[in-house]
């Protein structure tokens, strides 16, 4: 195995072909580790995406995977399934090169569950409702069918960029649509090896193409006429903005965006197996992940006893360099990421929070790389900013309650609603707390994303699903036919 073919790439992935790019403009991938450039690929323009949009554009309207059967689809995308599964080491460390996501975390994630959703999404083809005829209610039959939206725009984050890419791309592949993939400046490497993929899949030219670029390239792609949908995965800020623009022009949009999620710790949960739980939930990713549990919800009878259990286990968690295998918390994916964080730890102690664990400066035995201190906060009041604003990175708040209509009522005092967990030795209270917080994803001792059941946040976490049935069908549109009696 060798990921030296990707460290130096003059194309794009356009049409079924490597493409030569519009400019001369270079992304540098720098190591999140050692402070240097690791990799140079062209960076993306408007005229990269609109080539990219008009390849896209034929193969929807010219081609001939939009009329394909379903089953003919699921044949290639479950030949795609193979090959991906061979290639999941090679996946994972790609990303750790290029984001600097602790191995531990890549084998686990970063490519084993983006192949999962490719898989649980076949299964979910194969008995998907494509055509239906019902009865109609003028007594004459109604036939429903389920047609490719379009084209789409799928603009994933720099955090997990395969897993956030297949939620969209394989739904939409199953749907018949064609895809313009728009990975992050950050992350353009493993959109290499998943263009090697598709064509050996044996996926038809124009069908999926891959640009990376920037922000503002992103933008072009998002208000680009001749695509009919955007599926969005990144800031709430940017996802208001891409919203704004598909409302103006009727495009259909998904948006998977922020979160500031809250772990509500009950006096009967064990402390041991909470903190294990907390320790990959509310730090995966070096605590890069929109779902991270930064909230963490103590009563005020067992506050000191959670703290300093949490600080226990902070604290025993290895930081450092990503591509050892013991690391469970890397560096941040770059310098502005690392001074944002370190800006939130500065903001706490201002608000009066307590450091508990960590505090502003590297962690200790490092002296480059973009690393923050594992930081745990006591004494949070959730009004704080620190309690309020998503800092995607290793920075917890511990935030006392005074029962457990309390904890509900912190938990849901926040504009996100993405994700949160509750931690009990009684199931059904569990489950009574999980219905009445305001989050699309929830979980009773545990957080995980099944493939099969829907994901995706209330308020300003997103518009949307994706992965299961609903997921897919946020890649069709429903036409009625009508016919005689």
């Known amino acids: 195995m060798s990921i030296d073919r990707f460290l130096d790439r003059d194309t794009f992935f356009i049409d079924g072909d490597w493409a030569a790019p519009a400019t001369s403009d270079v992304l540098e991938v720098v190591s999140p580790h050692s402070e240097e450039v690791v990799a140079r690929v062209p960076e993306g323009s408007t005229a990269d995406i609109d080539a990219a949009v008009a390849a896209a554009r034929r193969a929807l309207d010219e081609g001939p995977w939009p009329r394909l059967s379903p089953q003919e689809r699921i ?163 940017a996802g208001r903005r891409s ?45 890069q992940a929109c779902v991270a549990q930064t909230r963490i919800l103590a009563s005020r009878r067992n506050y ?13 968690m290895p930081v450092g360099e990503p591509a050892d295998p013991a690391t469970e918390i890397g560096p941040l994916v770059a310098q502005r990421q690392q001074e944002r964080v370190e800006k939130y730890i500065a903001l706490g102690q201002e608000e009066g929070a307590r450091v508990a664990l960590g505090g502003n400066g590297m ?33 917890l708040s511990v935030i006392p309650y005074d029962d457990v209509d309390g904890a509900i009522r912190i938990a849901n005092d926040s504009d996100y609603g993405l994700a949160g967990t509750v931690w009990t030795a009684d199931r059904e209270a569990g ?25 995706g946040g209330y308020k300003a976490s997103g518009i949307g699903r994706e992965f299961g049935p609903e997921g897919l069908a946020q890649y069709t549109e429903l036409k009625s036919i009508y016919t005689e009696a």
């Open 75 to 237: 044949d290639v995308v479950q030949a795609f399934s193979g090959l991906y599964a061979a290639k999941l080491a090679e996946m994972a460390e790609l990303i750790t090169v290029e984001m600097g996501s602790p191995t531990s975390f890549a084998n686990l994630a970063q490519s084993p569950a983006p192949w999962m959703q490719i898989e649980t999404f076949l299964g979910i083809a194969r008995e998907f409702p494509w055509e239906e005829e019902r009865p109609g209610a003028l007594g004459a039959p109604v036939v429903v069918r389920r047609e490719p939206v379009g084209v789409v725009a799928a603009i994933p984050p720099w955090n997990v960029p395969q897993f956030t890419i297949m939620s969209k791309l394989v739904p939409a592949l199953l749907a018949g649509c064609t895809v313009v993939v728009k990975p992050a400046p950050e992350t353009p490497l493993d959109g290499y090896l998943l263009a090697e993929l598709l064509t050996e899949a044996g996926v038809p030219a124009g069908v999926v193409n891959i640009v990376a670029a920037g922000r503002e390239v992103g933008e072009h792609l998002v208000a680009h006429p001749g695509v009919d949908k955007v599926a969005f995965t990144g800031s709430t800020a």
């Open 243 to 287: 919203a704004a623009v598909c409302g103006e022009q009727l495009k259909r949009v998904s948006l998977e965006l922020g979160g500031k999620s809250a772990a509500i710790v009950l006096d009967d949960a064990d402390l041991a197996t909470t903190m294990a739980g907390l320790r990959f939930t509310a730090l995966m990713n070096s605590g």
């Open 304 to 316: 000191s006893a959670v703290v300093d259990a949490l600080v226990e286990t902070v604290a025993s």
């Open 363 to 395: 962690p200790d035995g490092l002296d480059r790389g973009w690393y923050v201190r594992p930081t745990v906060f006591a004494d949070v009041d959730n009004r704080m900013r620190i309690a309020q604003e998503e800092i995607f990175g290793p920075v």
């Open 431 to 455: 489950l009574d707390v999980a219905r009445r917080v305001r989050a699309g994803t929830y979980g009773v001792n545990t957080y995980t994303m099944d493939f099969a059941a829907p994901f």
